[in-house]
């Protein structure tokens, strides 16, 4: 890994510095977002060429680890559901009430086919709206929201 440094502008953007050169405007990107959010992160310059690639996230300083997790989040939304409340109906579409890291929720799911799977035990929940939500380990719910969720799977 090349050596850089991490900074913000005066407008918040990142500044990333590599051997004296200054770019300005870098995003980071996961390259597994779900499977392994803590590895493969590259830094991207304004004209889409990786800059820096970090095999994982604290590779890095820790002021850039800080600085590359606050951006990240800025431009990142994938509330993870913790269980599942209450389902309107077996068959869909249907409301389901859930609670995520982010506070309670209300999603409509239209069909069966917006509940895809990662891995093993993930799986990625399409609302009516766009918005995706997480399961990141369905072993881990509780049994209620696990007997709910199999009537769909």
Same mark, same amino acid.
């Given at each position: 890994m090349m050596p850089f440094? +991490? /900074? /913000?502008?005066?407008?918040?953007?990142?500044?990333?510095e590599i051997d004296g050169q200054v770019h300005?405007?870098?995003?980071? %990107?996961?390259?597994?977002?779900?499977?392994?959010?803590e590895e493969g992160i590259a830094l991207v310059g *304004?004209?889409?060429?990786? +800059? %820096?690639? +970090?095999?994982r996230l604290d590779d890095a300083s820790l002021?850039?680890? *800080?600085?590359?997790?606050?951006? +990240?989040?800025s431009r990142e939304f994938l509330p993870e559901i913790s269980s599942i409340k209450r389902v309107s109906a077996f068959a869909t579409p249907s409301t389901w009430?859930?609670?995520?890291?982010?506070?309670d929720a209300t999603l409509i799911l239209k069909g069966e086919e917006d509940i895809r799977r990662i891995g093993d035990a993930s799986l990625l929940i399409?609302?009516?709206?766009? %918005?995706?939500?997480?399961?990141r380990d369905l072993f881990k719910l509780d049994k209620p929201?696990?007997?709910m969720l199999d009537r769909f799977l």
């Open positions: 440094t +991490l /900074r /913000r502008d005066a407008f918040g953007k990142l500044l990333c300005e405007g870098v995003v980071p %990107v996961r390259a597994f977002p779900i499977a392994a959010p *304004q004209e889409g060429h990786e +800059l %820096v690639w +970090l095999e002021d850039a680890q *800080q600085l590359i997790r606050e951006e +990240l989040a009430e859930v609670a995520t890291n982010r506070g399409a609302d009516a709206h766009g %918005v995706q939500y997480l399961i929201s696990r007997k």
